[in-house]
């Protein structure tokens, strides 16, 4: 008796696999079929004729169409999981995930030949002092671990003038609450300034996106939406979010942002090419890193323009943080009223990434010796859970992950869990030890079949 294997899922005609296979195999998800093996497969589980086998061909019978004996069991727990020989990625958190002949997962296979993609932002370290604002750089401050080195890295470290800019989410944790009251007292560089959606706003928003989405997570994109205009107004050189590098990789992964998109921001042809397209139409040709704040902005204001798509560039939250604000579309007004006025006079701030790594001792960022830094020097509370050290500014992340973790599980979204895959970079690369990884993921991620609490925290914000 023939069957279809383990997280392959016949779609149109397609058989597409949900998950992370190995390196010679990376990103082809996608079997096309022809009628005679779409109607061989809809009739499956089947035994099958010399005739049939001949018409799936070995390509279909080799990892799709298998005996039920081969049948691959997909595990329920991370107890049943399989773990990579190397780092903390499982075929539980991951399901689907491929493990080679040495018992390593994609990435560690992949790690050499990705170890030069940082980000798909101009990456700068340096800031230089500006000469036209007040403030050297803005931070999307969210008192979590990531943004928080931000701020000493940028203040202390560097002796910049810092904007903080906080959006106030209904689900902030009481420990980045309490650490952002720290960073106030600490770092005398640094200027705040917090902004929120009204209630009744942010409840059409989160109940859209949570019927796109199954979660409510709109970070950073809303506050993007909320603080453009201050950036333009107050002549801001450059901005950045709190990404740390496994997040970036994290994106490579998922199939979201293509080798071409890590290579964009240092390909000087194509930034000539857009820069001169710029300046035919009258408008002043992009410094580094604007291209990328007008294509973010428009994205949330507009949608997905042609090109981005055309690039292979996708990201299923942003597109569904995107349909949501068309709830309220009053939120987007000042926003498109800012991306005209700086495209034509060039007043766009800089969107670049510090890459956390460089900026660290022995060019490893020590999740453990950062938050140490921190609690010294910025009056940074660590999280309830000692163990957490991914995304540490929300109370309710574990329903984000939960909610990804189980619509990809049950092959309902092509969507790896971010935190899966982040967590498995980070003790990859030595942010963390495997077993601190392995720790996390039983202790504080919402990675489990039954839904998890902080799912009714979401759901009673914006039905009530």
């Given at each position: 008796m023939y069957v279809l294997q383990s997280r392959y899922k016949l779609e149109n005609s397609f058989l597409h696999y949900y998950g992370l296979r190995n390196k010679k195999n990376l990103f082809k998800n996608y079997i096309k079929l022809n009628q005679k093996?779409?109607?061989?497969?809809?009739?499956?589980?089947?035994?099958?004729?010399?005739?049939?086998?001949?018409?799936?061909?070995?390509?279909?019978?080799?990892?799709?169409?298998?005996?039920?004996?081969?049948?691959k069991r997909v595990p329920t727990s991370l107890q049943e999981a399989h773990f990579c020989k190397n780092c903390a990625a499982n075929d539980f958190i991951i399901p689907g995930i491929e493990f080679d002949e040495n018992g390593l997962c994609p990435m560690c296979q992949t790690k050499d030949d990705t170890k030069w993609m940082k980000a798909v932002l101009p990456v700068l370290n340096d800031i230089p002092h500006s000469k036209k604002s007040r403030f050297d750089v803005a931070v999307f401050y969210t008192g979590g671990?990531?943004?928080?080195?931000?701020?000493?890295?940028?203040?202390?470290?560097?002796?910049?003038?810092?904007?903080?800019?906080?959006?106030?989410?209904?689900?902030?944790?009481?420990?980045?609450?309490?650490?952002?009251?720290?960073?106030?007292?600490?770092?005398?560089?640094?200027?705040?300034?917090?902004?929120?959606?009204d209630n009744e706003s942010l409840k059409k928003i989160y109940s859209n996106l949570y019927e796109l989405s199954e979660n409510t997570c709109a970070c950073p994109s809303l506050a993007y939406v909320l603080f453009y205009e201050i950036l333009v107004d107050e002549k801001i050189p450059y901005f950045v979010a709190g990404n740390?590098?496994?997040?970036?990789?994290?994106?490579?992964?998922?199939?979201?942002?293509?080798k071409i998109a890590f290579k964009f921001a240092n390909n000087k042809f194509l930034n000539a090419l857009i820069s001169f397209s710029r300046i035919l139409t009258l408008h002043p040709p992009f410094k580094k890193g604007q291209f990328q704040t007008l294509q973010t902005m428009k994205q949330l204001a507009y949608g997905d323009n042609i090109f981005k798509k055309l690039a292979?560039?996708?990201?299923?939250?942003?597109?569904?943080?995107?349909?949501?604000?068309?709830?309220?579309?009053?939120?987007?007004?000042?926003?498109?009223?800012?991306?005209?006025?700086?495209?034509?006079?060039?007043?766009?701030?800089?969107?670049?990434?510090?890459?956390?790594?460089?900026?660290?001792?022995?060019?490893?960022?020590?999740?453990?010796?950062?938050?140490?830094?921190?609690?010294n020097e910025c009056g940074y509370v660590d999280t309830e859970s000692a163990a957490k050290g991914l995304h540490t500014s929300c109370k309710i992340e574990k329903c984000k992950e939960y909610s990804q973790f189980i619509r990809f599980y049950n092959m309902k979204s092509s969507m790896i869990p971010f935190s899966a895959l982040e967590i498995s970079?980070?003790?990859?690369?030595?942010?963390?030890?495997?077993?601190?990884?392995?720790?996390?993921?039983?202790?504080?991620?919402?990675?489990?079949?039954k839904e998890v609490e902080e799912c009714q925290i979401m759901k009673q914000y914006f039905q009530k």
């Open positions: 093996q779409l109607n061989i497969i809809n009739n499956l589980p089947k035994d099958l004729s010399n005739y049939e086998k001949r018409v799936l061909g070995n390509k279909i019978l080799d990892v799709a169409v298998v005996e039920e004996k081969n049948l671990k990531d943004s928080t080195f931000l701020l000493y890295y940028l203040s202390k470290v560097k002796n910049l003038s810092v904007l903080a800019l906080t959006w106030e989410i209904p689900y902030m944790s009481n420990s980045a609450k309490l650490s952002i009251e720290g960073a106030k007292k600490s770092l005398d560089k640094v200027e705040f300034i917090s902004r929120k959606i740390e590098p496994v997040q970036m990789k994290g994106l490579y992964y998922n199939n979201m942002a293509p292979g560039y996708k990201n299923d939250l942003v597109n569904n943080v995107c349909l949501a604000i068309k709830e309220v579309p009053s939120i987007l007004k000042p926003l498109k009223r800012a991306i005209r006025r700086s495209s034509w006079s060039g007043n766009i701030p800089s969107f670049i990434q510090v890459d956390l790594n460089d900026i660290s001792k022995d060019g490893i960022y020590d999740w453990k010796k950062v938050k140490d830094i921190l609690k970079l980070a003790s990859r690369d030595k942010n963390i030890t495997k077993e601190e990884a392995i720790k996390e993921m039983k202790e504080s991620l919402g990675f489990s079949l």
